[in-house]
């Protein structure tokens, strides 16, 4: 159980388009979703927390209009890179969160989306 | 500030001698930590977690709160246990603070 996937697995696209990676909890309802950007070798840095039906909460540093996040459903969330640099090829991973026993949570998480801006 | 810090970027052992892996961390409140881990062209998945103080395929790790460390410990390595380890810190609501994660190479 708590299977997190995302779609696409990998997506090119050009510079100036928009792309939408999807984010989406299989056999689980989550209210709190989280998006995260991996440069290669480098650690998972949390770009935004995604809560079913409100604004996504942003880091510092992280565009809010440049990475727009709808949480539309307790299943899904997306992330829609607006205007895309090749500056923003990255490897894009989501994750769940799931109660686990009083205030304590898990986090699941998807493959990833690897990301290349031509 | 709160901080996760890993000082090994890798760390190579031979099979079967003891590996450790550091995790510092600074918080005011009261810790969270994790130990993930990333195997070769998979998802990230949680290994340890403080709170549950279990062992997992032979790894442990102790909270040391006078010392502000989650170290990650094996005493044998396996050649399997080749992998991305990252030391995580949590916050309110599940979200996770990774440190910048140390690349285990077990040699036969």
């Known amino acids: 159980g708590a299977v997190v996937s995302q779609h696409p697995s990998w997506v090119i696209c050009k510079s100036g388009t928009s792309v939408k990676i999807e984010c989406r909890s299989l056999?689980?309802?989550?209210?709190?979703m989280f998006w995260y950007r991996q440069f290669p070798k480098q650690s998972l840095m949390l770009m935004a927390t995604s809560n079913e039906g409100s604004k996504a909460t942003y880091e510092q540093g992280v565009e809010k209009d440049k990475f727009l996040i709808n949480h539309a459903s307790l299943t899904l969330s997306t992330l829609t890179v607006t205007s895309a640099h090749p500056e923003d090829s990255s490897f894009y991973i989501c994750?769940?969160?799931?109660?686990?026993?009083?205030?304590?949570?898990?986090?699941?998480f998807g493959p990833g989306t690897r990301l290349t801006v031509t | 500030a709160q901080r996760v810090t890993q000082p090994e970027k890798l760390l190579s052992v031979f099979k079967g001698a003891p590996v450790e892996l550091k995790c510092n961390y600074s918080y005011s409140g009261s810790p969270e930590l994790f130990w993930y881990v990333q195997y070769s062209r998979q998802r990230l998945q949680l290994l340890l977690r403080h709170i549950s103080r279990e062992s997992i395929k032979g790894f442990t790790a102790d909270l040391n709160k006078g010392e502000t460390s989650f170290h990650l410990k094996k005493p044998f390595a396996q050649e399997e246990d080749s992998a991305m380890y990252y030391c995580a810190l949590g916050h309110s609501w599940g979200k996770l603070q990774f440190g910048a994660g140390t690349q285990v190479v077990v040699t036969p």
């Open positions: 056999d689980f309802q989550a209210t709190t």
């Open positions: 994750s769940a969160s799931l109660p686990s026993g009083g205030s304590h949570y898990e986090q699941y």
